[in-house]
T-cell receptor
């Protein structure tokens, strides 16, 4: 079975541009969460979706948005990119919305220049 | 607000040593605690999940313990190998929310 897949793996964008990151969860998993990891830090929570509904939002500006589709895949959108948005963006998949093991994808490395 | 601290920040050991990584958290009201491994520039690999009702979990050479009342967990790695070199992250899932709160990790280097 395929694990959590994220696309693209690497991305370079210019300040002010918009970016869309994609995530496909493990088959049968209904919860998808997004995390941002800057160099030398642990991942920081951005969003969680369960059954296509937003279940949690971290302390990120409104430039960040996400959605989950009927097939449980998810998109993370970031508008008006800043240099500080450069990070590894990680998607996590779990069977339910809590108390179950989280499995992460390989991440998308976003560089904003 | 939950805070997770991992000590030490970095650790260098010769191959074959047994070692302990520490994780502490400030709010003991958690659903579970999960240990991950991260290779440079890569995603996270789940190592062990401990539910709040459990005291420990084992997988191969790895053993993780949880003392929820004191807000502590340890990851024990037996007979370390160079392939164990990576950053180890501890994360807790709180009772009020279903998100994971991470520590900054322990960077482990096992030399041959």
């Amino acid at each position: 079975d395929a694990g959590v897949t994220q696309s693209p793996t690497h991305l370079i964008k210019t300040r002010g541009q918009h970016v869309t990151l994609r995530c496909s969860p493990i088959s049968g998993h209904k919860s998808v969460s997004w995390y941002q990891q800057v160099l030398g830090q642990g991942p920081q929570f951005i969003f969680q979706y369960y059954e296509k509904e937003e279940r949690g939002r971290g302390n990120f500006p409104d430039r960040f948005s996400a959605r989950q589709f009927p097939n449980y895949s998810s998109e993370l959108n970031v508008n008006a990119l800043l240099l500080g948005d450069s990070a590894l963006y990680l998607c996590a998949s779990s069977l339910f919305d809590r108390a179950t093991e989280a499995f992460f994808g390989q991440g998308t490395r976003l560089t904003v220049v | 607000k939950q805070e997770v601290t991992q000590i030490p920040a970095a650790l260098s050991v010769p191959e074959g040593e047994n070692l302990v990584l520490n994780c502490s958290f400030t709010d003991s009201a958690i659903y579970n605690l999960q240990w991950f491994r991260q290779d440079p520039g890569k995603g996270l690999t789940s190592l062990l999940l401990i539910q709040s009702s459990q005291r420990e979990q084992t997988s191969g050479r790895l053993n993780a313990s949880l003392d929820k009342s004191s807000g502590r967990s340890t990851l024990y790695i037996a007979a370390s190998q160079p392939g164990d070199s990576a950053t180890y992250l501890c994360a807790v899932r709180g009772s009020g929310y279903s998100t994971l709160t991470f520590g900054k990790g322990t960077m482990l280097l096992v030399s041959p």
